[in-house]
Each structure stands twice: as structure tokens, then as C-alpha cells.
DNA sequence: GAGTTTGAAACT
DNA sequence: CAGTTTCAAACTC
């Protein structure tokens, strides 16, 4: 296991090294029935930490055994907010179709005890926040999620007399697990438990809520590496800090759940299992993606089931590797203050594929986390098995290969929840085909009309729940760049079959909206790999540095800008953050108060451009150069004739670029098309007949029909003239049966095909 | 593809 | 902060 290095703490500002607020909490709840049933007690707090968690608190829990005996189409309850001082009371849905729970805060705490009696699952949830829950994939596998408070406001939900920060807390509880699968878990003690079947194993982490306002809060993000190293960055929206709770029966699968909080994240995939997230962009846009749930299935057996869960601002990802497709995941959190050793929950996966828990403790090293001076994200890198037989076995992770998995974890306050209106799934969405055992995201390939106008101001992370009875698909609102991640990865294309053909797609390299441009923009086109020869892509010459992003399937010499690097890297960073403070933010970001243009931060100092090339950052960024510009012989303005015509060539060979590639498509359709018809028959009424019938055969018996006539006119002594006659009249025939066959056969194809 | 131009980043 | 150098992308041929 590697834990950051004192070196490499070193180098990184001790406001955001430092994690010793993060505790390694004592599992406990060793049994099910410890975290499965909610303490009766109204004001107990669901959490295995003694931090009273007050008001703040999120908890978010279902029973193992609740969650087994749902059979039906839906549960419909009242989940119950204990937490501290403040009861919430909530009524939840329990949609074994889509696994998904939708909390909403109703003004009473009645339904404590009816839903205690009835063995509901309580969910705690926090007042102006919403939960969705999706469960990984069927019924019976609930995800429980408990949400401590968002940080935003730190220590307001602390009791009188504690002067010490409150301690918001983060945990993942499994229960259970596939038989062939243990979940691994690492403790404080530098030891991996083996979470037997059946056996919950909570692993929570505390962090302490920094006395700042901005309290940095991480979170959870989810990666899904399969057996080729494929990965599925997950972006994850600002989230609360809660608590996951997995459950797994004895017959189900482990679940592996990452959770971070994230704030400025950007997720970056890198092949060879590592992935990078990148905090530094701040996401300017947000895109409705549709969580869509798998139907109920027990009997699942290898299947890769992502799921998205949005926990308030935040997105949990949760996602199931298939039989060759191991998960790894991380539960990490950071605090600005004192660190303390973090547990994350690993959990087992189906057949040989591989979940692992990452558990990070300050004291062990099996995760390493470093800290992005100034950018509010650290990396997490996690140390995973590789080997399917070591963690998928009972046998324990004593003998895993391990493998790293770079995860950033966006520090970002959590920030209020948004109510929106559910909206069912529409048919402006894409569709996606949703395999009995799979679970896909659904994202529209159109800003989904209908809805738009309301998504288009909900913060990331906004859940949209499925309307009552309206489908299995519910919507949440994270960063556009993170749907073009989504997209690349399994998650979208992929859950797809068993077999998770979709991971065996090549891990693209994190899109990331680059210096202002929209999210379209950016993810229309795949970001460049550098060329860097001198800087090491250390330096901000190298845009994969720039970015945030780790260099992949780039072209550079000699690139430090890796994980095999991490030390030059982060003294690097920690170099232009010195330099620079705003060096990895975003430049195109708003202007001044009451602008809603874009504009670069700093403005360009264009000389010889006119502002007018892509040397010029503005004209780059596709933005008009501001009065902050230095530039010389600006004419990247409004109304600037020669902006407007280089706008318009560009508009022109845009349109000129899709009508060929559209013609191009169209042209190898067809001759696809055409190769693939096996019967040349022409299907146009009146056309060509199939010159297939005029065979060798056909042509044989036409010319013995020629000759028999010519031997005829000889034989009746004929003239010449007569003979040819004759002959061709006999051609003729032949001709009008050979028409006349072509065209019974061409009726016949026409008749079976239809 | 090589060479040139350009402007941001880095350096002094 | 200004001037210079370095650097890699954009651009030209």
C-alpha cells in the first residue's frame, strides 16, 4: 500500500493536505441488523461515529432484509430523519424497477415508528435536500445512502458545548456479498478484513468540517476499471457528504461504491487503470442525464451495472463490474483538519471480476492522496487487485496484485438542493436499451425540449426524480463535461451485456471544457494530445498540464506529466500555484457582475493576430476580446467586420465539413448497402431486371434455340433473308422469356421480402 | 512534414 | 512590473 509520502505532503498546502479530521471509524456494526435497523430512537444518529450529527446529518439507509421481501412494483413508506435535533420526516418510494428512492421532506416524524414496526428502511434526510437512491441494479440491493451535512454551513448543526467541528461523516456499509467475493476492507490497524457473506461491514469516515465557509468537502467518485484497464471516469457533481450504505445478499453481488466531493472536478480516464480527475475546471454548463434503473433481476450473474446516484449536489456513482471487468473504487475524504485514518469500503465482484474497496487510512497506504495545492481536488490513488482469482475468492486479499487507480476527490462545498418537478423519461431521449440485468444511464442526445427550460438552470447535481408510475428513469443534472465522459464510458454504452463489450473501448482521455469553451465545443472534438518536448508537460505550456489532466495517447518527449511522476508533478503544480494561485482555473470564465458573456480572465496580449487566430486565447475560446485585453490591432469585437466574415467562412466550412461527412456516411451506406444485397433484384417498379438471369446456362439455350430456328429455315430452304428473319425472331423470344422469367422471379423476391 | 509565426508562460 | 527567453500550438508553404 502507498500513503503520500512526507515529501509529497510536503509540497502540498496544509490546508488541503491535511486529512487527520479523517477517522477510522470503528466498524461498529459488524452485523446487518446493527446498520439495517435505524436506532428507535428519534434522536439517535444512524451513524456508527459518536459525532453527533445533529441537523446536518443525511442518513439514508435500507434494510437488507426490507429490501429482500420488496417484491412488488414498489414500496411506498416513510422514512424518518433522526438525526440530532432536527426530525425529518420523509416519504419515500421504493421502486424495485429502478431502484431508485426519491426522499421528500414532509413536516412530520410520524412515520418513525410506523416505518420502524413495518421494517422500513429510514432514511434521514437533510431538510431542502433530495435523495435519490438508485439500487445497484435489482431489487434487493438497495444502496444506502446517509448524508451529513453539506458543509456549507459548518458547525451550525453542532450542539451547544461542543466546540470541537463537527464531524460530517461518510460512510459505506455493505452487506454481504456474492459468495465467491470479499470485499476487503482495510482498517485503521493496517489490517484487510475479509467481510465474510451476509457480514456488514461499515466503514465510515469522519471528517471535520473545516471553521471555513468554504468548508472543502470531498466526495465520492466511482471508477470502474475492467480487466483490460478500461475505466469509467464518473463524474461527480457536487455532493453531500453521507453515508453509503451497500447491501448485498448472500446470493448478490458486492457492491463497489466510490463516493467523493467533488467541487471543480473534472474526471480524467486514463488507460492503464489509472484515472485522473481533474478539479481545476469549474463546469459552466449542466446536462440532463437520465439515471436509468435495470429491472428487477436476482439471478444476475455478470453484469456491469453503473449507477448514478445524486445525493444532493452530488452524484454517487455506483457501479457493478462485470465477470472480467473489476471494479475499483474509493471512498475518500478529506478535511482541512486533522487527518485521521479513512476506511473505504471495497466490495466484491461476480465471477472473477474483481471488486475491491480502497480503503484509505492515514496510516496505511494503500491509498495515497495528494492534494492539488489551491484546486480544492486531490488525487487519490488507490491500490486495487488485478488478479480476478485474489479478490474474488474467499480465500481474502492477502494474495491480490495490485494496481493503481488514480481518483481526484474535488473538495467542494456542498451546496442546497434544488426540488425539481419529476419528469418522466420522454421520447426525445435516447434510447437505451436496458438488458434485463443492466442498468445504463440514459442521456438524451437532445436537450430533451420538453424539460430543458428547467434544467437549464439547475445546479449540477439537481435529481430529477421519475415521475409516480412514470418509468424507471429518472434524471439527474451534472456538468455537461461529465456526460462526455459518461459517454465514453461503460456507464452509458456499456452495462450493457455480460460480457461489458462496452469497457473493452479504449479509455479515452477526460474532455474537458477547455478555457471557456462551451461544453458542445468541447466535447465535439477530442481533445489534442500535446507535443511537449522540453517542458516535461510540467509547465503550463503543455495544455494536458494546463488542464489538469494527466498526458495520455499524447505525443510529448520525455513526459513527467504521469502518475510514474508524481512527485515532479506535484512539485509542478505546487510551482504555478505559487506562481499563480489562478493558474489552473478556468480562463474564459463570467464577466463582470451582471455579464453574461464570457470573457477571459485575464484578457490577451495579442500583437500581430488581430486577435483574429487561435494564437489569440479569446478568439480560441470563440469569445470577443474584453476591455482587460492588451491586445494590439484588436479585431476580435462585436462588430468587427472582419470577425464577422472569418465567422461566417467558418460557419460555411463547418457546414461545408458536415454536408461532406453526411454525404460521405450516406455514400457508404449505400454501398454497404449494396454489398450486402445478395439478389441484385431492382426493388423500383418497372426497372432493370437482374441481369443475373441472362446465366451461362440461359445463354446456351438461347443460342440452341438460334441455331435450331436457323436449321429450320435451311431445312425448309429458306432465303437469307427469311433465316435471319426467323433467327431473330427466335431471339426475340428467347428475349421476352428471359424478360418474362426475370420478372416472375423478381415479383416472387418481392412477395417473400415482403 | 518542415519551417515560421505567434503569444502565453516562464524567467530575469 | 517590465523586458526577455522559452515553449508549444497555430499557421504557412
Not at 465520492?220 to 447491501?247: M, Y
Not at 435451311?714 to 428475349?735: D, V, Y
Amino acid at each position: 500500500m502507498d500513503v503520500v509520502s512526507p515529501e509529497l505532503n510536503s509540497l502540498l498546502p496544509d490546508e488541503i493536505m491535511d486529512t487527520e479530521a479523517i477517522e477510522d471509524v470503528p466498524q461498529s456494526q459488524p452485523d446487518e441488523t446493527a446498520v439495517q435497523s435505524e436506532p428507535s430512537d428519534d434522536t439517535s444518529v444512524p451513524m456508527e461515529t459518536d459525532t453527533p450529527l445533529a441537523s446536518e446529518n443525511l442518513s439514508l439507509s435500507l434494510a437488507t432484509s426490507t429490501a429482500a421481501t420488496i417484491t412488488t412494483d414498489s414500496v411506498t413508506g416513510t422514512i424518518v430523519s433522526t438525526s440530532g435535533l432536527q426530525k425529518l420526516t420523509a416519504p419515500f418510494t421504493i421502486s424495485p424497477a429502478n431502484h431508485q428512492i426519491i426522499l421528500n421532506k414532509v413536516a412530520s416524524s410520524q412515520a418513525t415508528e410506523a416505518a420502524k414496526s413495518a421494517g422500513t428502511p429510514q432514511v434521514i434526510k437533510q431538510e431542502g435536500q433530495k435523495l435519490l437512491v438508485t439500487a445497484i441494479g435489482k431489487s434487493g440491493q438497495p444502496i444506502v445512502l446517509q448524508l451529513p451535512h453539506t458543509g456549507s454551513k459548518p458547525g451550525a448543526s453542532q450542539t451547544s458545548g461542543d466546540t470541537k467541528p463537527q464531524t460530517p461523516q461518510f460512510k459505506v456499509v455493505t452487506l454481504g456479498a456474492r459468495s465467491e467475493l470479499k470485499p476487503v476492507v482495510g482498517s485503521a490497524g493496517n489490517q484487510v478484513t475479509t467481510l465474510q457473506p451476509q457480514q456488514l461491514k461499515t466503514v465510515q469516515i469522519a471528517k471535520k468540517t473545516p471553521t471555513s465557509s468554504a468548508a472543502p468537502i470531498k466526495f465520492i467518485i466511482t471508477k470502474t476499471v475492467n480487466s483490460k484497464g478500461l475505466s469509467s471516469p464518473t463524474s461527480v457533481p457536487p455532493v453531500i457528504a453521507g453515508r453509503v450504505l451497500t447491501q448485498t445478499s448472500p446470493v448478490m453481488p458486492p457492491r463497489t461504491i466510490t463516493l467523493s466531493e467533488p467541487h471543480n472536478t473534472s474526471i480524467q480516464s486514463i488507460a492503464g487503470k489509472k484515472i485522473a480527475i481533474s478539479p481545476l475546471k469549474t463546469p459552466s454548463k449542466v446536462t440532463v442525464v437520465s439515471v436509468a434503473s435495470p429491472t428487477s433481476n436476482a439471478s444476475q450473474k455478470s453484469v456491469a451495472l453503473p449507477v448514478n446516484v445524486a445525493l444532493g449536489q452530488q452524484i454517487l456513482t455506483v457501479q457493478q463490474s462485470t465477470s472480467g471487468s473489476p471494479v475499483k473504487l474509493a471512498t475518500s475524504q478529506t478535511t482541512t483538519q486533522n487527518i485521521k485514518p479513512v476506511q473505504s469500503l471495497a466490495v466484491g465482484g461476480v465471477g472473477g471480476s474483481q471488486f475491491k474497496t480502497i480503503i484509505p487510512l492515514a496510516t496505511q497506504p494503500n491509498v495515497q492522496q495528494i492534494q492539488v495545492p489551491g484546486s480544492k481536488f486531490h488525487y487519490v490513488r488507490l491500490v486495487t487487485a488485478t488478479t480476478a482469482s485474489s479478490i474474488g475468492q474467499a480465500s481474502g486479499p492477502s494474495t491480490m496484485a495490485l494496481d493503481l487507480i488514480w481518483m481526484s476527490v474535488p473538495i467542494v462545498p456542498a451546496q442546497p438542493m434544488k426540488q425539481v418537478a419529476p419528469k418522466p423519461l420522454t421520447s426525445a431521449a435516447q434510447i437505451v436499451t436496458t438488458t434485463q440485468t443492466q442498468q445504463r444511464l440514459i442521456m438524451p442526445a437532445t436537450p430533451l425540449p420538453q424539460i430543458q427550460p428547467n434544467f437549464t438552470n439547475l445546479r449540477p447535481g439537481t435529481v430529477l426524480a421519475p415521475a409516480p408510475g412514470g418509468g424507471n428513469v429518472g434524471y439527474a443534472v451534472v456538468p455537461a463535461q461529465y456526460v462526455t465522459q459518461l459517454q465514453q464510458s461503460p456507464f452509458v454504452t456499456l452495462a450493457g451485456s455480460s460480457g461489458f463489450p462496452a469497457s473493452t473501448g479504449v479509455q479515452t482521455q477526460a474532455r474537458l471544457p477547455l478555457n471557456g469553451l462551451s461544453t458542445a465545443e468541447a466535447t465535439s472534438r477530442p481533445r489534442k494530445p500535446c507535443n511537449c518536448t522540453k517542458s516535461q508537460c510540467l509547465k503550463l505550456y503543455c495544455d494536458c498540464f494546463a488542464n489538469g489532466e494527466f498526458c495520455n495517447n499524447c505525443n510529448c518527449n520525455n513526459c513527467f506529466n504521469n502518475l510514474e511522476h508524481e512527485t515532479e508533478r506535484l512539485k509542478a503544480i505546487k510551482t504555478c500555484l505559487d506562481r499563480n494561485p489562478e493558474a489552473f482555473k478556468p480562463k474564459i470564465g463570467k464577466g463582470k457582475e451582471g455579464e453574461s458573456d464570457r470573457r477571459h480572465s485575464k484578457g490577451c496580449n495579442c500583437k500581430r493576430s488581430g486577435c483574429l487566430k487561435n494564437y489569440c486565447e479569446c478568439y480560441e475560446a470563440k469569445i470577443m476580446c474584453s476591455s482587460i485585453c492588451k491586445c494590439i490591432g484588436c479585431k476580435n469585437f462585436e462588430e468587427s467586420p472582419e470577425r464577422k466574415t472569418l465567422m461566417h467562412l467558418a460557419d460555411a466550412a463547418e457546414v461545408r465539413v458536415q454536408q461532406q461527412t453526411a454525404a460521405k456516411t450516406k455514400l457508404s451506406s449505400q454501398i454497404s448497402d449494396l454489398l450486402m444485397r445478395t439478389t441484385p433484384v431492382n426493388s423500383s417498379g418497372g426497372g432493370r431486371l437482374p441481369y443475373t438471369f441472362v446465366t451461362k446456362e440461359v445463354l446456351e439455350a438461347t443460342c440452341e434455340c438460334l441455331v435450331e430456328q436457323a436449321k429450320k429455315a435451311e431445312q425448309t430452304f429458306q432465303s437469307q433473308a427469311e433465316a435471319e428473319r426467323m433467327i431473330l425472331e427466335e431471339f426475340g423470344h428467347c428475349l421476352m422469356r428471359i424478360i418474362s422469367s426475370a420478372g416472375k422471379a423478381k415479383a416472387d423476391s418481392a412477395s417473400i421480402s415482403c
